[in-house]
């Protein structure tokens, strides 16, 4: 694949489908080089290379788990080798456990918070050094509303996606003298997998208590993904909810 010395180059992590697919899907529409990334289905990843090398742009796919330093220091590697550096970091990548805390054992809790918060971390820790270097880039981390109000059953997730959120308010400060803006989406119910566990009647049950009446869509986080990497430069430090008026 040739280094591209004119198209802006984006990371999305955990981007074989559902929101993140979304994201990359609308990055790659508005003429990024896309790097996507899963950490298991092989399949949905090569699929999801095709979707977005439909529109013309390069894509560069990588099979491995964000929450190892080594995996995403060899993925910042290819990424310099056939981009250059990252104008844009998108981090996406997570998973979710329903349960009482009492039933996690101590291996489910740090499978959570390696894959949901330590890989915000190793990206970043990645991209960095070059955003400063050129004094541009973009991070937006995708956190949810239970990081704000926390869940029954869901405490290491919320504890998580917290993580995610004092992560992005304090990285902001860090990197704002470098132009470098870092913010974060509290997605609430978003019309994804994560939700399969759920019956239609729970559905039902959780829509009505949305003001919005619905879910939301995959394409909805993704626009608001692609505002915060290319629209005003003043907006960093903040943890935007993205809910339908849920929370």
Request: hydrophobic share 40%; net charge negative.
């Amino acid at each position: 694949m040739p280094v591209s010395d004119k198209r802006k180059t984006v990371l999305v992590t955990g981007s074989s489908r559902g929101i993140g697919k979304a994201i990359a899907l609308k990055f790659a529409k508005e003429g990024y080089n896309v790097v996507i990334n899963g950490s298991k289905n092989e399949e949905d990843l090569i699929r999801t290379k095709s979707d977005i090398e439909n529109f013309s742009v390069s894509c560069l796919a990588y099979l491995g788990d964000m929450g190892c330093y080594e995996k995403v220091r060899e993925l910042f590697l290819l990424i310099k080798e056939n981009f250059g550096p990252l104008d844009v970091l998108v981090n996406n990548a997570g998973i979710s456990y329903i349960g009482l805390l009492t039933d996690m054992s101590p291996e489910d809790w740090d499978k959570i918070i390696k894959t949901n918060l330590t890989s915000v971390f190793n990206c970043c820790r990645l991209a960095i050094p070059d955003m400063v270097r050129n004094k541009k880039g973009s991070i937006i981390n995708i956190s949810s509303v239970w990081g704000l109000a926390g869940a029954s059953c869901e405490v290491a997730y919320s504890a998580s996606k917290g993580g995610i959120n004092a992560f992005t308010k304090a990285l902001a400060k860090e990197l704002a003298p470098s132009n470098i803006r870092v913010n974060a989406i509290a997605c609430g119910a978003i019309d994804t997998d994560m939700n399969n566990f759920l019956n239609a009647e729970e559905l039902n049950v959780l829509c009505d208590e949305i003001p919005a009446g619905r879910l939301g869509r995959p394409e909805e986080v993704a626009d608001l993904v692609y505002y915060l990497a290319e629209k005003n430069e003043y907006l960093t430090g903040q943890v935007i909810g993205l809910d339908g008026g849920w929370i």
